[in-house]
T-cell receptor, first 112, second 115 residues
Framework: DQQVKQNSPSLSVQEGRISILNCDYT??????FLWYKKYPAEGPTFLIS?????DKNEDGRFTVFLNKSAKHLSLHIVPSQPGDSAVYFC???????????FGRGTSLIVHP | NAGVMQNPRHLVRRRGQEARLRCSPM?????VYWYRQLPEEGLKFMVY????????ESGMPKERFSAEFPKEGPSILRIQQVVRGDSAAYFC?????????????FGSGTQLSVL
Protein backbone atom coordinates (compact mmCIF):
# COMPACT_ATOMS: atom_id res chain seq x y z
CA ASP A 1 0.00 0.00 0.00
CA GLN A 2 1.65 3.18 -1.21
CA GLN A 3 1.17 5.95 1.30
CA VAL A 4 2.95 8.52 -0.88
CA LYS A 5 2.04 8.53 -4.54
CA GLN A 6 3.59 10.30 -7.46
CA ASN A 7 1.31 9.32 -10.28
CA SER A 8 3.26 10.89 -13.12
CA PRO A 9 6.39 8.87 -13.87
CA SER A 10 7.71 11.59 -16.17
CA LEU A 11 7.24 15.22 -17.14
CA SER A 12 8.68 17.14 -20.06
CA VAL A 13 8.89 20.95 -19.99
CA GLN A 14 10.40 23.67 -22.13
CA GLU A 15 13.19 25.76 -20.63
CA GLY A 16 11.84 28.93 -19.03
CA ARG A 17 8.38 27.48 -18.42
CA ILE A 18 6.91 26.28 -15.13
CA SER A 19 7.35 22.68 -14.00
CA ILE A 20 4.68 21.32 -11.66
CA LEU A 21 5.30 18.03 -9.93
CA ASN A 22 2.49 16.47 -7.95
CA CYS A 23 2.33 14.21 -4.95
CA ASP A 24 -0.61 12.66 -3.09
CA TYR A 25 -0.60 10.96 0.28
CA THR A 26 -3.05 8.80 2.16
CA UNK A 27 -1.83 8.92 5.74
CA UNK A 28 -3.46 11.82 7.57
CA UNK A 29 -0.79 11.55 10.29
CA UNK A 30 1.88 12.90 7.96
CA UNK A 31 2.87 16.37 9.12
CA UNK A 32 6.16 17.09 7.41
CA PHE A 33 6.88 16.85 3.72
CA LEU A 34 10.09 16.97 1.76
CA TRP A 35 11.17 17.05 -1.86
CA TYR A 36 14.40 15.48 -3.00
CA LYS A 37 16.13 15.68 -6.35
CA LYS A 38 18.22 12.85 -7.74
CA TYR A 39 20.64 12.79 -10.65
CA PRO A 40 21.70 9.46 -12.20
CA ALA A 41 24.38 7.60 -10.24
CA GLU A 42 24.05 10.01 -7.32
CA GLY A 43 22.16 9.99 -4.07
CA PRO A 44 19.06 12.12 -3.52
CA THR A 45 19.69 15.68 -2.38
CA PHE A 46 17.28 17.71 -0.30
CA LEU A 47 15.44 20.45 -2.15
CA ILE A 48 12.69 21.95 -0.03
CA SER A 49 10.32 21.00 2.76
CA UNK A 50 7.05 22.11 4.30
CA UNK A 51 5.41 21.58 7.63
CA UNK A 52 1.70 20.82 7.83
CA UNK A 53 1.10 24.09 9.66
CA UNK A 54 1.90 25.93 6.44
CA ASP A 55 0.37 25.79 2.99
CA LYS A 56 3.28 27.25 1.05
CA ASN A 57 7.04 27.43 1.28
CA GLU A 58 9.26 29.19 -1.19
CA ASP A 59 12.99 29.00 -1.84
CA GLY A 60 14.22 30.80 -4.92
CA ARG A 61 12.80 29.15 -8.02
CA PHE A 62 11.21 26.36 -5.97
CA THR A 63 7.84 26.58 -4.23
CA VAL A 64 6.00 23.79 -2.48
CA PHE A 65 2.24 24.01 -1.94
CA LEU A 66 0.37 21.84 0.55
CA ASN A 67 -3.37 21.18 0.45
CA LYS A 68 -4.10 19.19 3.59
CA SER A 69 -7.78 18.67 2.91
CA ALA A 70 -6.95 17.09 -0.44
CA LYS A 71 -3.84 15.35 0.94
CA HIS A 72 -1.95 16.79 -1.97
CA LEU A 73 1.27 18.69 -2.43
CA SER A 74 2.99 20.08 -5.45
CA LEU A 75 6.42 21.40 -6.31
CA HIS A 76 6.63 24.34 -8.70
CA ILE A 77 9.85 25.23 -10.46
CA VAL A 78 9.87 28.62 -12.16
CA PRO A 79 11.59 29.19 -14.50
CA SER A 80 12.67 25.67 -15.36
CA GLN A 81 16.27 25.16 -16.46
CA PRO A 82 17.94 22.23 -18.25
CA GLY A 83 19.98 21.57 -15.09
CA ASP A 84 16.71 20.83 -13.29
CA SER A 85 16.39 17.62 -15.32
CA ALA A 86 16.41 14.90 -12.67
CA VAL A 87 14.14 12.55 -10.78
CA TYR A 88 12.14 14.28 -8.05
CA PHE A 89 11.00 12.35 -4.99
CA CYS A 90 8.28 13.43 -2.65
CA UNK A 91 8.62 12.20 0.94
CA UNK A 92 6.44 12.46 4.02
CA UNK A 93 6.98 11.98 7.71
CA UNK A 94 4.67 11.78 10.71
CA UNK A 95 5.30 13.04 14.20
CA UNK A 96 5.21 9.50 15.50
CA UNK A 97 7.80 8.18 13.07
CA UNK A 98 11.39 9.07 12.39
CA UNK A 99 11.27 7.53 8.97
CA UNK A 100 10.36 9.42 5.80
CA UNK A 101 8.21 7.51 3.32
CA PHE A 102 9.11 8.17 -0.30
CA GLY A 103 7.09 8.16 -3.49
CA ARG A 104 8.29 6.47 -6.67
CA GLY A 105 9.58 9.67 -8.18
CA THR A 106 8.86 11.77 -11.25
CA SER A 107 11.48 12.14 -13.95
CA LEU A 108 11.60 15.77 -15.11
CA ILE A 109 13.16 16.62 -18.45
CA VAL A 110 13.67 20.29 -19.26
CA HIS A 111 14.31 20.91 -22.95
CA PRO A 112 16.53 23.82 -24.01
CA ASN B 1 34.52 15.60 2.23
CA ALA B 2 32.05 15.98 5.03
CA GLY B 3 29.17 14.21 3.27
CA VAL B 4 27.73 10.74 3.75
CA MET B 5 30.22 8.24 2.39
CA GLN B 6 29.19 4.90 1.00
CA ASN B 7 31.45 2.19 -0.29
CA PRO B 8 31.86 0.42 -2.49
CA ARG B 9 30.06 2.35 -5.25
CA HIS B 10 29.60 -0.83 -7.25
CA LEU B 11 29.56 -4.36 -5.92
CA VAL B 12 29.22 -7.51 -7.99
CA ARG B 13 28.42 -10.78 -6.29
CA ARG B 14 27.48 -14.24 -7.46
CA ARG B 15 24.38 -15.91 -6.13
CA GLY B 16 25.00 -17.34 -2.69
CA GLN B 17 27.83 -14.96 -1.76
CA GLU B 18 27.71 -12.31 0.93
CA ALA B 19 27.50 -8.57 0.30
CA ARG B 20 28.70 -5.97 2.79
CA LEU B 21 27.77 -2.35 2.23
CA ARG B 22 29.37 0.37 4.31
CA CYS B 23 28.14 3.81 5.25
CA SER B 24 29.90 6.56 7.17
CA PRO B 25 27.44 9.27 8.21
CA MET B 26 28.13 12.96 8.10
CA UNK B 27 30.26 14.27 10.91
CA UNK B 28 28.13 14.90 13.97
CA UNK B 29 25.28 12.69 12.76
CA UNK B 30 24.34 9.76 14.95
CA UNK B 31 21.30 8.50 13.04
CA VAL B 32 21.55 6.31 9.96
CA TYR B 33 18.87 5.11 7.57
CA TRP B 34 19.18 2.51 4.83
CA TYR B 35 16.95 2.60 1.77
CA ARG B 36 16.80 0.36 -1.28
CA GLN B 37 15.81 1.36 -4.77
CA LEU B 38 14.82 -1.46 -7.08
CA PRO B 39 14.74 -0.78 -10.84
CA GLU B 40 11.77 1.43 -11.76
CA GLU B 41 10.82 1.75 -8.10
CA GLY B 42 11.04 4.43 -5.47
CA LEU B 43 13.12 4.45 -2.32
CA LYS B 44 12.00 1.77 0.11
CA PHE B 45 12.92 2.10 3.76
CA MET B 46 14.85 -0.80 5.21
CA VAL B 47 16.32 0.02 8.62
CA TYR B 48 16.95 2.93 10.97
CA UNK B 49 19.83 2.83 13.44
CA UNK B 50 21.51 4.91 16.06
CA UNK B 51 24.93 4.13 17.43
CA UNK B 52 24.83 0.54 18.76
CA UNK B 53 21.04 0.37 18.45
CA UNK B 54 18.57 -0.74 15.81
CA UNK B 55 15.59 1.56 16.20
CA UNK B 56 13.36 0.29 13.41
CA GLU B 57 14.00 -2.60 11.05
CA SER B 58 10.45 -2.98 9.82
CA GLY B 59 11.44 -2.57 6.17
CA MET B 60 14.20 -5.12 6.19
CA PRO B 61 13.58 -8.71 5.02
CA LYS B 62 13.67 -11.01 8.03
CA GLU B 63 16.07 -13.45 6.50
CA ARG B 64 19.54 -12.91 5.06
CA PHE B 65 19.62 -9.16 5.83
CA SER B 66 21.19 -7.56 8.87
CA ALA B 67 22.46 -4.12 9.80
CA GLU B 68 24.65 -2.65 12.48
CA PHE B 69 26.01 0.72 13.50
CA PRO B 70 28.82 0.11 16.00
CA LYS B 71 30.18 2.61 18.47
CA GLU B 72 33.25 3.01 16.28
CA GLY B 73 33.27 2.73 12.53
CA PRO B 74 30.72 2.81 9.76
CA SER B 75 27.26 1.35 9.58
CA ILE B 76 27.19 -1.98 7.76
CA LEU B 77 24.35 -3.51 5.78
CA ARG B 78 25.00 -7.19 5.32
CA ILE B 79 23.21 -9.45 2.86
CA GLN B 80 23.95 -13.14 3.15
CA GLN B 81 23.45 -15.67 0.35
CA VAL B 82 22.52 -13.02 -2.18
CA VAL B 83 19.93 -13.74 -4.86
CA ARG B 84 19.27 -11.98 -8.16
CA GLY B 85 16.35 -10.10 -6.64
CA ASP B 86 18.76 -8.33 -4.27
CA SER B 87 20.21 -6.42 -7.24
CA ALA B 88 19.40 -2.79 -6.51
CA ALA B 89 20.85 0.54 -5.47
CA TYR B 90 21.28 0.77 -1.71
CA PHE B 91 21.32 4.26 -0.23
CA CYS B 92 22.37 5.30 3.20
CA UNK B 93 21.26 8.57 4.77
CA UNK B 94 22.10 10.29 8.01
CA UNK B 95 20.62 12.98 10.21
CA UNK B 96 21.82 14.73 13.35
CA UNK B 97 19.19 13.65 15.86
CA UNK B 98 16.31 11.99 14.03
CA UNK B 99 13.86 14.80 14.72
CA UNK B 100 10.77 14.85 12.55
CA UNK B 101 11.63 18.15 10.87
CA UNK B 102 15.18 17.20 10.04
CA UNK B 103 16.20 16.48 6.51
CA UNK B 104 18.15 13.38 5.64
CA UNK B 105 21.48 13.62 3.87
CA PHE B 106 22.08 10.80 1.41
CA GLY B 107 25.21 9.10 0.19
CA SER B 108 25.81 8.29 -3.47
CA GLY B 109 24.68 4.73 -2.99
CA THR B 110 26.05 1.26 -3.63
CA GLN B 111 24.87 -0.47 -6.78
CA LEU B 112 24.69 -4.18 -6.04
CA SER B 113 24.60 -6.55 -8.99
CA VAL B 114 24.03 -10.23 -8.38
CA LEU B 115 25.08 -12.53 -11.22
Amino acid sequence: DQQVKQNSPSLSVQEGRISILNCDYTNSMFDYFLWYKKYPAEGPTFLISISSIKDKNEDGRFTVFLNKSAKHLSLHIVPSQPGDSAVYFCAARSGGSYIPTFGRGTSLIVHP
Amino acid sequence: NAGVMQNPRHLVRRRGQEARLRCSPMKGHSHVYWYRQLPEEGLKFMVYLQKENIIDESGMPKERFSAEFPKEGPSILRIQQVVRGDSAAYFCASSPSGATNEKLFFGSGTQLSVL
